[in-house]
């Protein structure tokens, strides 16, 4: 079963149990069939309830059979290397250890990746993705800006928050342009703030006082 | 001191926040972290009122507060603005964590002066 070159891989719902006399039977907890190499894929038949019907054939000594099955969460079979994964109905001969426990390990990983993907977009409210947009003036009030300041822009619940990440300075808006405009408003009153109280600045102030003359100034 | 308030300080009491019930941080929680704080208010802004939070006369933090007739209006920027999750700043709102113990907080990640190190550079 190492030596399985291009095998057809199939995970098995737990109560149909194969029933192939002549064929090695997988262990407990097998959940995957592998036809060797020697097997091939003669015909392939998928309806759109998702049944899929497979002839199969043994090069070795010609001998056909079927397999009925339905997709499971994967949806697809990929042909292409004489490889389905599948949900099986049916009675088929039954191969394959070492290959199948890597499908079977993959798949399982794929379903439980596929439930965190869901939960997090259900935990972050909407596929959002925070953008990032550039302010390039501060119109109408007196100052002009003389670095580069990115505002990352990302749903909050039902508004958004524009932060200066440089300088951590965020504020909140109803859309984002909302939010951007608040941003605008409190890096201007805060310039003016910090710049009056410097000599009693903490850290933090301080530092967002230096990281605002470093990208605007007081127009003349 | 520090090391205990910091591994305590999370309110358990009937108003702390769990984790699957967390509110959305609006203006009542700000208003109210700013009277805990004992912040000074600023409302010279045009969108916001400027909370700014003293402590022995430096100024340390400060966040914006939002006007407008919806007392819901979400402050999801606060957290940031005062280094805390946004857990623990609802937890500030809603509950008895004291101003002493988001200063020692502050204190103990590095965003404020510890007296003690004040006195060595004095």
């Known amino acids: ?220 | 001191m520090g090391r205990s308030l910091l591994a305590n300080w999370q309110c358990y009491g009937p108003y702390s926040v769990g984790k699957t019930d967390m509110p959305t941080l609006n203006r009542d929680h700000a208003r109210a972290i700013a009277k805990k704080l004992r912040a000074t208010i600023d409302k010279s802004g045009k969108a916001h009122d400027i909370a700014y939070i003293y402590h022995n006369g430096v100024l340390v933090a400060h966040f914006g507060i939002r006007r407008g007739s919806d007392r819901n209006l979400p402050h999801g920027h606060i957290p940031d603005a005062l280094h805390l999750r946004p857990r623990q700043t609802l937890n500030l709102a809603i509950c008895t964590l004291t101003r002493e113990q988001w200063i020692q907080i502050m204190t103990d990640a590095g965003w404020i002066e510890s007296e003690e190190s004040e006195a060595e550079s004095d």
């Open chain 1, 1 to 220: 079963m190492t030596q399985l070159i291009s095998p057809l891989a199939i995970p098995l719902l737990g109560r149909h149990k194969p029933v192939a006399p002549s064929w090695p039977e997988a262990g407990e907890g097998e959940n995957l069939i592998v036809l060797p190499a020697s097997f091939q894929i003669m015909q392939a038949t998928i309806t759109t309830g998702g049944k899929q019907t497979y002839d199969i054939i043994n090069k070795q000594n010609a001998e056909e059979q079927d397999i009925t099955a339905y997709a499971s969460d994967f949806a697809s079979v990929m042909l292409g290397g004489n490889i389905g994964v599948f949900s099986l109905l049916s009675n088929v001969p039954l191969v394959g250890q070492g290959f199948a426990a890597q499908i079977s390990l993959l798949w399982k990983e794929m379903r439980s990746i596929k439930k965190q993907v869901k939960k997090l977009a259900r935990r972050e409210g909407a596929a959002y993705h925070p953008v990032e947009m550039s302010i390039l003036h501060f119109e109408p009030e007196p100052f002009e800006v003389t670095g580069g300041i990115r505002a990352l822009v990302r749903q909050d619940k039902d508004s958004f928050v524009a932060t200066f990440v440089d300088a951590n300075i965020g504020a909140s808006g109803e859309t984002q342009n909302d939010a951007v405009a608040n941003l605008k408003d409190m890096m201007v009153a805060l310039f003016g703030r910090l710049s009056k109280e410097e000599g009693r600045l903490g850290k933090e102030p301080a530092r967002q006082l230096a990281v605002l003359r470093a990208v605007l100034r007081r127009k003349n």
